[in-house]
Protein backbone atom coordinates (compact mmCIF):
# COMPACT_ATOMS: atom_id res chain seq x y z
CA UNK A 1 0.00 0.00 0.00
CA UNK A 2 1.31 3.64 -0.48
CA UNK A 3 0.29 5.58 2.50
CA UNK A 4 0.92 9.23 2.79
CA UNK A 5 1.02 10.70 6.32
CA UNK A 6 -0.13 14.10 7.20
CA UNK A 7 2.99 15.65 9.40
CA UNK A 8 1.42 17.97 11.96
CA UNK A 9 3.80 20.66 12.82
CA UNK A 10 4.14 24.68 14.63
CA UNK A 11 5.81 25.59 11.05
CA UNK A 12 9.02 24.95 13.72
CA UNK A 13 9.21 21.42 14.57
CA UNK A 14 6.86 18.31 14.25
CA UNK A 15 4.24 17.20 16.53
CA UNK A 16 5.26 14.08 18.73
CA UNK A 17 1.68 12.56 17.59
CA UNK A 18 2.76 12.57 14.43
CA UNK A 19 5.74 9.79 15.01
CA UNK A 20 3.19 7.70 16.41
CA UNK A 21 1.15 7.83 12.96
CA UNK A 22 4.27 7.01 11.53
CA UNK A 23 4.59 4.22 13.29
CA UNK A 24 1.08 2.78 12.25
CA UNK A 25 2.25 3.97 8.72
CA UNK A 26 5.78 2.03 8.30
CA UNK A 27 3.96 -1.56 10.16
CA UNK A 28 1.40 -0.79 7.19
CA UNK A 29 3.54 -0.22 4.46
CA UNK A 30 5.72 -3.29 5.74
CA UNK A 31 2.82 -5.86 6.31
CA UNK A 32 1.62 -5.27 2.60
CA UNK A 33 5.05 -4.23 0.69
CA UNK A 34 4.11 -0.70 0.19
CA UNK A 35 5.78 2.65 0.96
CA UNK A 36 5.36 5.87 3.19
CA UNK A 37 6.07 9.79 2.49
CA UNK A 38 5.22 12.09 4.75
CA UNK A 39 3.44 15.12 3.68
CA UNK A 40 4.37 18.28 4.34
CA UNK A 41 2.00 21.73 4.47
CA UNK A 42 3.12 24.91 5.00
CA UNK A 43 4.86 28.49 3.92
CA UNK A 44 7.83 28.02 4.98
CA UNK A 45 8.57 24.74 5.84
CA UNK A 46 11.94 23.48 5.09
CA UNK A 47 12.79 23.36 8.55
CA UNK A 48 9.88 20.76 9.22
CA UNK A 49 10.42 19.04 6.32
CA UNK A 50 14.68 18.41 7.26
CA UNK A 51 13.80 17.18 10.56
CA UNK A 52 10.61 14.77 9.30
CA UNK A 53 13.30 13.15 6.40
CA UNK A 54 15.07 11.73 8.87
CA UNK A 55 12.58 9.21 9.50
CA UNK A 56 11.03 8.83 5.98
CA UNK A 57 10.84 10.33 2.59
CA UNK A 58 9.01 13.84 2.29
CA UNK A 59 6.32 15.29 -0.27
CA UNK A 60 6.70 19.25 0.31
CA UNK A 61 4.02 21.68 -0.42
CA UNK A 62 4.90 25.12 0.61
CA UNK A 63 2.52 28.07 -0.55
CA UNK A 64 1.60 31.88 0.98
CA UNK A 65 -1.87 30.08 1.85
CA UNK A 66 -0.52 27.48 3.52
CA UNK A 67 1.01 29.63 6.21
CA UNK A 68 -2.43 29.59 8.57
CA UNK A 69 -3.29 25.76 8.92
CA UNK A 70 -6.90 26.37 7.31
CA UNK A 71 -8.86 23.42 6.59
CA UNK A 72 -10.49 23.91 3.35
CA UNK A 73 -7.13 24.32 1.84
CA UNK A 74 -4.81 22.32 3.04
CA UNK A 75 -7.69 19.29 2.92
CA UNK A 76 -7.22 20.18 -1.06
CA UNK A 77 -3.58 20.09 -0.90
CA UNK A 78 -3.63 16.41 0.64
CA UNK A 79 -6.71 15.48 -2.01
CA UNK A 80 -4.01 16.77 -4.97
CA UNK A 81 -0.97 15.08 -4.01
CA UNK A 82 -3.14 11.54 -3.25
CA UNK A 83 -4.42 11.74 -6.68
CA UNK A 84 -1.41 12.56 -8.23
CA UNK A 85 0.68 9.92 -6.27
CA UNK A 86 -2.23 7.01 -6.31
CA UNK A 87 -2.35 7.05 -2.80
CA UNK A 88 -3.81 4.01 -1.24
CA UNK A 89 -4.01 5.29 2.44
CA UNK A 90 -3.65 8.94 4.22
CA UNK A 91 -2.75 8.64 7.83
CA UNK A 92 -2.73 11.83 10.57
CA UNK A 93 -2.35 12.15 14.67
CA UNK A 94 -6.33 12.11 16.10
CA UNK A 95 -5.64 15.61 16.93
CA UNK A 96 -7.80 18.61 16.75
CA UNK A 97 -6.40 19.66 13.38
CA UNK A 98 -6.68 16.29 11.63
CA UNK A 99 -10.55 16.50 12.50
CA UNK A 100 -10.95 19.57 10.86
CA UNK A 101 -8.78 18.36 8.01
CA UNK A 102 -8.83 14.69 7.14
CA UNK A 103 -13.08 14.18 6.60
CA UNK A 104 -12.99 16.61 4.39
CA UNK A 105 -9.66 15.27 2.27
CA UNK A 106 -11.58 12.19 2.00
CA UNK A 107 -14.60 13.77 1.06
CA UNK A 108 -12.76 15.38 -1.67
CA UNK A 109 -11.14 12.17 -2.78
CA UNK A 110 -14.31 10.05 -2.52
CA UNK A 111 -12.66 7.82 0.29
CA UNK A 112 -13.55 6.25 2.92
CA UNK A 113 -12.63 7.04 6.74
CA UNK A 114 -12.00 5.79 10.05
CA UNK A 115 -11.12 7.65 13.21
CA UNK A 116 -9.31 7.34 16.02
CA UNK A 117 -7.68 4.13 15.54
CA UNK A 118 -5.70 2.15 18.33
CA UNK A 119 -5.52 -1.12 16.54
CA UNK A 120 -4.37 -2.36 12.83
CA UNK A 121 -4.83 -5.84 11.37
CA UNK A 122 -3.59 -6.83 7.76
CA UNK A 123 -5.66 -9.64 6.48
CA UNK A 124 -6.60 -11.36 3.21
CA UNK A 125 -9.85 -9.52 3.17
CA UNK A 126 -7.54 -6.47 3.38
CA UNK A 127 -7.03 -3.69 6.30
CA UNK A 128 -9.09 -3.86 9.34
CA UNK A 129 -8.88 -0.92 11.90
CA UNK A 130 -10.26 -0.67 15.88
CA UNK A 131 -11.76 2.31 17.16
CA UNK A 132 -12.95 2.81 20.36
CA UNK A 133 -16.57 4.02 20.73
CA UNK A 134 -18.97 5.39 23.18
CA UNK A 135 -16.01 6.82 25.15
CA UNK A 136 -14.43 3.63 25.05
CA UNK A 137 -17.04 1.70 26.51
CA UNK A 138 -16.71 -0.79 23.41
CA UNK A 139 -14.41 -1.26 20.56
CA UNK A 140 -15.84 -1.25 16.83
CA UNK A 141 -13.50 -3.29 14.43
CA UNK A 142 -14.46 -1.53 10.93
CA UNK A 143 -13.06 -2.25 6.90
CA UNK A 144 -12.87 0.73 4.73
CA UNK A 145 -14.85 -0.12 1.66
CA UNK A 146 -13.71 3.03 -0.86
CA UNK A 147 -10.66 4.04 -1.73
CA UNK A 148 -8.47 5.75 -0.69
CA UNK A 149 -8.71 4.81 2.96
CA UNK A 150 -8.37 7.89 5.48
CA UNK A 151 -7.94 7.21 9.30
CA UNK A 152 -6.83 9.53 11.95
CA UNK A 153 -4.50 7.61 14.65
CA UNK A 154 -4.55 7.65 18.54
CA UNK A 155 -0.68 8.46 19.12
CA UNK A 156 -1.18 6.86 22.62
CA UNK A 157 -1.42 3.74 20.27
CA UNK A 158 1.70 3.36 18.72
CA UNK A 159 5.12 3.99 19.77
CA UNK A 160 7.23 6.90 18.20
CA UNK A 161 9.32 6.24 15.19
CA UNK A 162 12.47 6.10 15.47
CA UNK A 163 15.25 8.15 12.95
CA UNK A 164 17.03 6.75 10.31
CA UNK A 165 20.69 5.81 9.94
CA UNK A 166 20.81 8.58 7.18
CA UNK A 167 17.80 11.38 6.09
CA UNK A 168 15.76 10.45 3.34
CA UNK A 169 14.75 12.73 0.20
CA UNK A 170 12.40 15.95 0.27
CA UNK A 171 10.41 16.39 -2.79
CA UNK A 172 8.72 19.91 -3.42
CA UNK A 173 5.58 19.59 -4.89
CA UNK A 174 4.51 23.09 -6.90
CA UNK A 175 0.44 23.87 -6.47
CA UNK A 176 -1.30 26.33 -8.31
CA UNK A 177 -3.08 29.36 -5.38
CA UNK A 178 -6.41 28.61 -6.62
CA UNK A 179 -6.31 24.74 -5.99
CA UNK A 180 -5.24 26.30 -2.28
CA UNK A 181 -8.46 29.12 -1.94
CA UNK A 182 -9.84 28.72 0.90
CA UNK A 183 -13.37 30.25 1.94
CA UNK A 184 -12.29 31.16 5.27
CA UNK A 185 -10.09 33.83 6.46
CA UNK A 186 -7.81 33.41 8.98
CA UNK A 187 -8.21 36.33 11.63
CA UNK A 188 -5.82 36.20 15.09
CA UNK A 189 -4.49 33.05 16.84
CA UNK A 190 -4.86 33.62 20.52
CA UNK A 191 -2.55 31.40 22.22
CA UNK A 192 -1.41 30.77 25.69
CA UNK A 193 2.45 31.17 26.79
CA UNK A 194 3.04 27.41 28.70
CA UNK A 195 6.10 26.64 30.33
CA UNK A 196 4.58 22.61 30.52
CA UNK A 197 4.84 20.33 28.23
CA UNK A 198 0.85 19.30 25.96
CA UNK A 199 -0.63 17.05 27.95
CA UNK A 200 -1.20 14.72 25.17
CA UNK A 201 2.84 14.99 24.48
CA UNK A 202 4.41 14.67 28.02
CA UNK A 203 5.79 11.39 29.43
CA UNK A 204 4.53 12.04 33.12
CA UNK A 205 0.88 14.17 33.48
CA UNK A 206 0.17 15.01 36.98
CA UNK A 207 -3.78 15.85 37.06
CA UNK A 208 -6.08 16.98 39.67
CA UNK A 209 -9.72 16.83 40.47
CA UNK A 210 -12.45 18.09 42.77
CA UNK A 211 -10.45 18.14 45.60
CA UNK A 212 -8.17 21.15 44.57
CA UNK A 213 -10.33 24.19 45.82
CA UNK A 214 -9.01 26.84 43.91
CA UNK A 215 -7.07 28.05 40.94
CA UNK A 216 -3.96 28.70 43.31
CA UNK A 217 -4.23 25.07 45.18
CA UNK A 218 -4.38 23.16 41.32
CA UNK A 219 -1.10 25.51 40.70
CA UNK A 220 0.47 24.84 44.09
CA UNK A 221 -0.12 21.15 44.02
CA UNK A 222 -1.00 19.73 40.63
CA UNK A 223 1.16 22.54 38.91
CA UNK A 224 4.00 21.93 41.25
CA UNK A 225 4.54 18.09 41.36
CA UNK A 226 4.10 18.16 37.53
CA UNK A 227 7.02 20.85 37.30
CA UNK A 228 9.29 18.90 39.94
CA UNK A 229 8.39 15.66 37.81
CA UNK A 230 9.15 17.51 34.64
CA UNK A 231 5.50 16.75 33.74
CA UNK A 232 2.36 18.58 32.19
CA UNK A 233 -0.37 19.07 33.96
CA UNK A 234 -3.88 18.01 33.56
CA UNK A 235 -7.24 18.03 34.79
CA UNK A 236 -10.97 16.41 35.33
CA UNK A 237 -13.88 17.81 34.12
CA UNK A 238 -15.00 18.83 37.19
CA UNK A 239 -12.23 21.70 37.47
CA UNK A 240 -12.52 22.88 34.42
CA UNK A 241 -16.64 23.34 34.62
CA UNK A 242 -15.94 25.32 38.13
CA UNK A 243 -13.22 27.56 36.32
CA UNK A 244 -10.38 26.57 38.40
CA UNK A 245 -8.31 24.51 35.40
CA UNK A 246 -7.98 26.04 31.75
CA UNK A 247 -10.32 24.01 29.39
CA UNK A 248 -6.82 22.82 27.22
CA UNK A 249 -5.82 20.79 30.47
CA UNK A 250 -9.25 18.49 30.41
CA UNK A 251 -8.51 14.84 30.36
CA UNK A 252 -10.94 12.28 29.18
CA UNK A 253 -14.03 11.76 26.56
CA UNK A 254 -14.78 15.21 25.99
CA UNK A 255 -10.98 16.27 27.10
CA UNK A 256 -7.73 15.30 25.92
CA UNK A 257 -6.88 11.56 25.48
CA UNK A 258 -3.38 10.92 26.68
CA UNK A 259 -1.32 7.75 27.47
CA UNK A 260 2.00 8.46 29.04
CA UNK A 261 4.16 6.67 31.12
CA UNK A 262 3.22 7.53 34.11
CA UNK A 263 -0.24 9.53 35.02
CA UNK A 264 -0.65 10.62 38.60
CA UNK A 265 -4.45 11.53 39.60
CA UNK A 266 -4.94 13.79 42.67
CA UNK A 267 -8.08 13.85 44.19
CA UNK A 268 -10.66 12.66 41.01
CA UNK A 269 -12.83 10.03 41.43
CA UNK A 270 -12.14 7.78 38.12
CA UNK A 271 -15.96 8.55 36.24
CA UNK A 272 -15.87 6.46 33.46
CA UNK A 273 -15.86 9.73 30.89
CA UNK A 274 -12.44 10.65 32.77
CA UNK A 275 -10.95 7.04 32.89
CA UNK A 276 -12.05 7.23 29.04
CA UNK A 277 -9.16 9.58 28.54
CA UNK A 278 -6.28 8.65 30.11
CA UNK A 279 -7.01 4.48 30.94
CA UNK A 280 -3.99 3.14 28.62
CA UNK A 281 -1.40 5.35 30.70
CA UNK A 282 1.82 2.44 31.61
CA UNK A 283 1.64 3.44 35.01
CA UNK A 284 -1.18 5.06 37.02
CA UNK A 285 -0.75 6.93 40.55
CA UNK A 286 -3.91 7.68 42.69
CA UNK A 287 -4.20 9.62 45.43
CA UNK A 288 -7.45 9.59 47.08
CA UNK A 289 -9.53 9.72 50.57
CA UNK A 290 -11.88 7.76 49.88
CA UNK A 291 -10.76 4.08 50.00
CA UNK A 292 -13.54 3.24 47.48
CA UNK A 293 -12.81 5.54 44.77
CA UNK A 294 -13.41 3.88 40.95
CA UNK A 295 -10.07 5.72 40.34
CA UNK A 296 -8.25 3.03 42.72
CA UNK A 297 -9.63 0.19 40.18
CA UNK A 298 -7.42 1.61 37.48
CA UNK A 299 -4.59 2.37 39.39
CA UNK A 300 -1.35 0.56 39.23
CA UNK A 301 -0.10 2.47 42.85
CA UNK A 302 -2.72 3.39 44.96
CA UNK A 303 -2.40 6.27 48.72
CA UNK A 304 -5.37 6.91 50.22
CA UNK A 305 -4.68 9.92 52.22
CA UNK A 306 -5.71 13.73 51.67
CA UNK A 307 -4.07 15.31 48.78
CA UNK A 308 -3.27 18.83 50.87
CA UNK A 309 -1.40 16.49 53.25
CA UNK A 310 0.35 14.27 50.93
CA UNK A 311 1.61 16.26 47.48
CA UNK A 312 3.46 18.92 49.58
CA UNK A 313 5.38 16.16 51.49
CA UNK A 314 6.06 14.36 47.98
CA UNK A 315 6.83 17.95 46.61
CA UNK A 316 9.35 18.49 49.17
CA UNK A 317 11.32 14.71 48.84
CA UNK A 318 11.65 14.70 45.30
CA UNK A 319 13.15 18.30 45.67
CA UNK A 320 15.46 16.94 48.14
CA UNK A 321 16.53 14.44 45.95
C1 LIG B 1 -21.01 13.63 28.45
C2 LIG B 1 -20.02 13.76 29.56
C3 LIG B 1 -18.69 13.95 29.24
C4 LIG B 1 -17.74 14.07 30.26
N1 LIG B 1 -16.42 14.25 29.95
C5 LIG B 1 -15.51 14.28 30.92
C6 LIG B 1 -14.11 14.41 30.62
O1 LIG B 1 -13.69 14.52 29.48
N2 LIG B 1 -13.25 14.39 31.66
C7 LIG B 1 -13.64 14.28 32.96
O2 LIG B 1 -12.78 14.28 33.85
N3 LIG B 1 -14.94 14.20 33.26
C8 LIG B 1 -15.89 14.21 32.29
N4 LIG B 1 -17.19 14.16 32.63
C9 LIG B 1 -17.56 14.31 34.03
C10 LIG B 1 -17.42 13.05 34.84
O3 LIG B 1 -18.63 12.29 34.78
C11 LIG B 1 -17.15 13.38 36.32
O4 LIG B 1 -18.18 14.22 36.81
C12 LIG B 1 -15.82 14.07 36.57
O5 LIG B 1 -14.78 13.34 35.95
C13 LIG B 1 -15.57 14.14 38.06
O6 LIG B 1 -14.39 14.84 38.32
P1 LIG B 1 -13.59 14.59 39.66
O7 LIG B 1 -13.16 13.18 39.73
O8 LIG B 1 -12.57 15.65 39.73
O9 LIG B 1 -14.68 14.94 40.77
P2 LIG B 1 -15.46 14.00 41.76
O10 LIG B 1 -16.12 12.89 41.04
O11 LIG B 1 -16.29 14.89 42.61
O12 LIG B 1 -14.31 13.35 42.64
C14 LIG B 1 -13.52 14.06 43.53
C15 LIG B 1 -12.67 13.03 44.24
O13 LIG B 1 -11.76 13.71 45.09
C16 LIG B 1 -11.65 12.98 46.31
N5 LIG B 1 -11.22 13.95 47.32
C17 LIG B 1 -11.94 14.97 47.84
N6 LIG B 1 -11.17 15.68 48.68
C18 LIG B 1 -9.96 15.08 48.71
C19 LIG B 1 -8.72 15.38 49.35
N7 LIG B 1 -8.59 16.43 50.15
N8 LIG B 1 -7.69 14.55 49.14
C20 LIG B 1 -7.80 13.47 48.31
N9 LIG B 1 -8.92 13.17 47.65
C21 LIG B 1 -9.99 13.97 47.84
C22 LIG B 1 -13.02 12.39 46.53
O14 LIG B 1 -12.93 11.23 47.34
C23 LIG B 1 -13.46 12.07 45.11
O15 LIG B 1 -13.13 10.74 44.77
C24 LIG B 1 -18.15 14.03 31.62
C25 LIG B 1 -19.50 13.82 31.91
C26 LIG B 1 -20.43 13.69 30.90
C27 LIG B 1 -21.85 13.48 31.26
Known amino acids: MKVLVIAEHDGKSLRAASLSCLT ?3 QVAQATEGTVSWLVLGSQATGVAAEAAKFAPVLLVESSRLARPMADSCAAAIANVAKNHNVNLIAAAS ?4 KDVLPRAAALLG ?6 IVRHEVTAEGLLFDSPQYAGAVTATVQLLGSPQVVSVRSSAYPAATPAAAPFGIEAIAMEDATLASRCEFVELKTKQNSRPDVTEARIVVSGGRALRN ?3 FEGLVGKLAD ?3 GA ?3 SRALVDAGIAPNELQVGQTGKIVAPELYVALGI ?6 LAGMKNSRTIVAINSDPDAPIFDVADLGLVGDVYEVVPQLIERLQSR
Open 24 to 26: FAQ
Open 95 to 98: TSFS
Open 111 to 116: GAMASD
Open 215 to 217: SAD
Open 228 to 230: VMG
Open 233 to 235: AGS
Open 269 to 274: SGAVQH
